[in-house]
């Protein structure tokens, strides 16, 4: 699927399922949170139904920070799609929580953009009914 976000520009949407609807409505109100499982404890990203851990269905949701690290980049020089100019870099950020999630960063040029930069949360709002979580860097 993807989205409409600028007159003239599609980009792919985020697929939203039974699992990751509490994560997407939760973007949509600009917060992150992450699936905690209800029994041990364990925190998972992407989510899903079941503890990877222990095997329990108990699902609780905890907020982050929003802070971590740049723990890895890669800039795409070729778009992979349509809609998403090139060039662009895509990080793994490593969460204060040990959880990492993959993004973008904003307001930055993508050669400044370093392994080890702490970076917080911002949230974009491409349209009425999509925000993406995304990072910029923390002086």
């Given amino acids: 699927m993807t989205v409409n976000y600028n007159k003239n520009e599609m980009i792919p ?7 990751s609807k509490a994560f997407w409505d939760a973007v949509q109100n600009q917060e992150l949170v992450f699936q905690k499982c209800g029994d ?11 503890c990877p851990k222990c095997r329990s269905l108990n699902i609780e949701w905890e907020p982050s920070s929003g802070k971590g690290t740049i723990y890895s980049k890669t800039i795409y ?5 349509p809609g998403m ?11 204060d929580e040990g959880l990492k999630l993959i993004s973008n960063m904003v307001d930055i040029k993508n050669d400044d953009i370093k392994i ?3 970076v917080e949360v911002v949230f974009d709002n ?3 009914d999509l925000n993406l979580p995304k990072f910029r860097k923390v002086d």
């Fill in 85 to 95: 100019k090139a060039p662009f870099t895509v990080v793994l950020v490593e969460l």
């Fill in 77 to 81: 020089r070729k778009s992979p799609h």
């Fill in 40 to 50: 041990c404890g364990r925190l998972r990203h992407p989510p899903r139904p079941v």
């Fill in 126 to 128: 491409l349209t009425d």
């Fill in 13 to 19: 949407a985020p697929v939203v399922d039974p699992d």
């Fill in 116 to 118: 080890g930069m702490q």
